[in-house]
C-alpha cells in the first residue's frame, strides 16, 4: 500500500521560507515521478514543481521558477519543496503525488499521478 505523508507547511511572512516533506512508502517501482501540486481556496489544483527520480530532471512552473526548489532523496524515500521568497498568492494547501511512469511528461495533469498525499497548509501573510 502506497502512502505519502506532507510535513513542513506553517504560516510565514511574505520573504520568507518553508521546506516541505513528503515521506513516501510502499512504492515498489525503480524510477518514477514525483510532484507538488497545490491549491488554493476556489481554485483547481494546479502544478507547482516535478522530479524524475531516475535521472533527477527538475521541472517548475513559471510563479516558482527561481523561488522553489523540488529535490528528493532516495535513500530516505523523502520529497522535498524548499520555498523562498514566499508571497502571499503562494498561500494554498500543498499536495505531494507520486506517479507510477518515470517520465514526467505530463505532470501539469494532476490524473497523471494516481497517489497522493493529505495535504499541507501553506499560509503566507503581507
Known amino acids: 500500500q502506497v502512502q505519502l505523508v506532507e510535513s513542513g507547511g506553517g504560516s510565514v511572512q511574505a520573504g520568507g521560507s518553508l521546506r516541505l516533506s513528503c515521506a513516501y512508502s510502499?512504492?515498489?517501482?525503480?524510477?518514477?515521478?514525483l510532484g507538488w501540486f497545490r491549491q488554493a481556496p476556489g481554485k483547481e489544483r494546479e502544478g507547482v514543481a516535478a522530479i524524475a527520480t531516475g535521472g533527477g530532471i527538475t521541472y517548475y512552473t513559471d510563479p516558482v521558477k527561481g523561488r522553489f526548489t523540488i529535490s528528493h532523496d532516495g535513500a530516505k524515500n523523502t520529497l522535498y519543496l524548499q520555498m523562498n521568497s514566499l508571497k502571499p498568492e503562494d498561500t494554498a494547501i500543498y499536495y505531494c503525488?507520486?506517479?507510477?511512469?518515470?517520465?514526467?511528461?505530463?505532470?501539469?495533469?494532476?490524473?497523471?499521478?494516481?497517489?497522493w498525499g493529505q495535504g499541507t497548509q501553506v499560509t503566507v501573510s503581507s
Open positions: 510502499g512504492y515498489t517501482y525503480s524510477y518514477y515521478c
Open positions: 503525488a507520486a506517479a507510477i511512469l518515470g517520465s514526467c511528461g505530463s505532470w501539469l495533469r494532476p490524473s497523471y499521478f494516481p497517489y
